[in-house]
């Protein structure tokens, strides 16, 4: 293979080696992004426009799509406008440092995160879904600590939300009731996720 990860967003039910196959045809035919055999999503337009404009200055590192780069003013993340869909974004990463190297794989798999795409790890063959094995993860680790966390962040902000309604001073309590009770309810809706999830993980 040419590149060292590839991401895509759909399909998502390949296994590896159907993956890598897809992928070396790809390329046998000369590795157009546009030919890629993946759907076009604009979160894989994303991943390419975020990625290319914070690491382009990188010594050893590439990436190219089927994608527009942002060459506007401000960054990325500021832009209204979802860009326009993409097939596949193919990343080289720099040979340097163990360090650098990693900085550089928690930069591309944190954007493979928020934009929920599939990655192919050439050098093993192995697919990740950082999405989900970000999920799995904190559902090992929520009981107890996250769960106290949690519990305590609710707590505050009720606690808050309450003094501020005691208190009554105009315009001040009154943001920091919303703030308060959106802390309890957001602490609520984690409780009742990792509930869910945990039934139906049981069932």
Same mark, same amino acid.
Request: charged share 20%.
């Given at each position: 293979?040419?590149y060292?990860?590839?991401?895509?967003?759909?399909?998502r039910?390949?296994?590896?080696e159907?993956a890598?196959?897809?992928?070396d045809?790809?390329e %046998?035919? %000369?590795a157009?992004?546009v030919?890629?055999p993946f759907?076009?999503?604009?979160d894989t337009?994303?991943?390419?426009?975020e @990625?290319? /404009?914070?690491?382009?200055?990188?010594? %050893?590192?590439?990436?190219i799509?089927?994608?527009?780069? /942002?060459? $506007?003013r401000?960054p990325?993340?500021?832009?209204?406008?979802?860009?326009?869909?993409? /097939? +596949?974004?193919a990343?080289?990463?720099p040979?340097?440092?163990?360090?650098? @190297?990693?900085?550089?794989l928690?930069?591309v798999?944190?954007?493979a995160?928020? =934009?929920d795409?599939?990655?192919?790890?050439a050098?093993? $063959?192995r697919?990740?879904?950082?999405?989900?094995?970000?999920?799995?993860y904190?559902?090992?680790? =929520?009981w107890?600590?996250?769960?106290?966390?949690?519990a +305590?962040?609710?707590? $505050?902000g @009720?606690?808050?939300?309450?003094?501020?309604? *005691?208190?009554?001073i105009p +315009?001040?309590?009154?943001v *920091?009731?919303?703030? %308060?009770l959106?802390?309890f @309810?957001?602490?609520?809706?984690v409780?009742?996720?990792y509930?869910r999830?945990?039934?139906s993980? $049981?069932s």
């Open positions: 293979m040419r060292d990860i590839y991401a895509w967003s759909a399909p039910d390949l296994s590896p159907e890598a196959d897809r992928i045809a790809w %046998g035919r %000369g157009d992004p030919d890629a759907e076009p999503s604009s337009a994303g991943f390419y426009r @990625l290319e /404009h914070d690491l382009r200055d990188l010594p %050893g590192f590439e990436i799509a089927d994608a527009v780069p /942002h060459r $506007g401000g990325v993340w500021l832009q209204t406008e979802p860009a326009a869909p993409a /097939h +596949i974004a990343l080289t990463l040979r340097g440092s163990e360090s650098a @190297l990693r900085e550089v928690s930069d798999y944190g954007t995160t928020k =934009f795409l599939v990655l192919l790890d050098a093993n $063959g697919l990740h879904e950082p999405m989900a094995e970000m999920g799995a904190a559902d090992r680790t =929520f107890p600590n996250g769960a106290i966390r949690s +305590i962040a609710g707590g $505050g @009720l606690v808050a939300a309450i003094a501020a309604y *005691v208190i009554g +315009i001040v309590s009154g *920091v009731m919303i703030v %308060g959106f802390m @309810l957001l602490s609520v809706a409780f009742v996720s509930a999830r945990s039934r993980g $049981g």
